[in-house]
T-cell receptor, first 114, second 110 residues
Framework: AQSVAQPEDQVNVAEGNPLTVKCTYS??????LFWYVQYPNRGLQFLLK??????LVKGSYGFEAEFNKSQTSFHLKKPSALVSDSALYFC????????????FGKGTTLSVSS | EPEVTQTPSHQVTQMGQEVILRCVPI?????FYWYRQILGQKVEFLVS????????KSEIFDDQFSVERPDGSNFTLKIRSTKLEDSAMYFC????????FGSGTRLTVV
């Protein structure tokens, strides 16, 4: 069965510094990987996904994620954090078969200080 | 960008009552999902729906839950007899390629 681990409950960075939110996964076959962001009292907003191709995926709001097959990781990154990036970030994985559900990590709270 | 719409945004119900949560998925999508998020916890998969039937469900989705797409537009989640532990945020989503989520319904069981 597939699973996702987000080892950090919270990540704190200063505005302007690079940020990384970690994610590792376990899935049979080729992984379909996703990052979502959730602002307080809001739904889940899609940031980016990896299915195949380049290991570095670019997404919304300047975020990118690096797929590493050997380490089974899909870390979310941004070169320069903004205070407005402060939110809850979820990594998710699904199997290759069409229509299978996303399995989410427990989430990482990103706090960007000014 | 098209949106997944959920109603109501917040529902309070008494324990033992039935509730129906409604979702209008994006019109040309074929796969539909319900997830829930208990306050402060991770997002959990409940059920997926394709071609007018359940295609996958989790162990959370027991006999008190049901889904249907009654009119080809709305996609509903029914909880037959609510329990306190059903209090959560319920999200609808559609499209497996890039799942788009609604803004959720906060269900409070008292």
């Amino acid at each position: 069965a597939q699973s996702v681990a987000q080892p950090e409950d919270q990540v704190n960075v200063a505005e302007g510094n690079p940020l990384t939110v970690k994610c590792t996964y376990s899935v049979s076959g080729n992984p379909y990987l996703f990052w979502y962001v959730q602002y307080p009292n809001r739904g889940l907003q899609f940031l980016l996904k990896y299915i195949t191709g380049d290991n570095l995926v670019k997404g919304s709001y300047g975020f990118e994620a690096e797929f590493n097959k050997s380490q089974t990781s899909f870390h979310l990154k941004k070169p320069s954090a903004l205070v407005s990036d402060s939110a809850l970030y979820f990594c998710a994985v699904r199997e290759e078969q069409a229509g299978t559900a996303l399995i989410f990590g427990k989430g990482t709270t990103l706090s960007v200080s000014s | 960008e098209p949106e997944v719409t959920q109603t109501p945004s917040h529902q309070v119900t008494q324990m033992g009552q039935e509730v129906i949560l409604r979702c209008v998925p994006i019109s040309n999508h074929l796969y539909f999902y319900w997830y829930r998020q208990i306050l402060g916890q991770k997002v959990e998969f409940l059920v997926s729906f394709y071609n007018n039937e359940i295609s996958e469900k989790s162990e959370i989705f027991d006999d008190q839950f049901s889904v249907e797409r009654p009119d080809g537009s709305n996609f509903t989640l029914k909880i037959r007899s609510t329990k306190l532990e059903d209090s959560a945020m319920y999200f609808c989503a559609s499209n497996p390629g890039r799942p788009l989520f609604g803004s959720g319904t906060r269900l409070t069981v008292v």
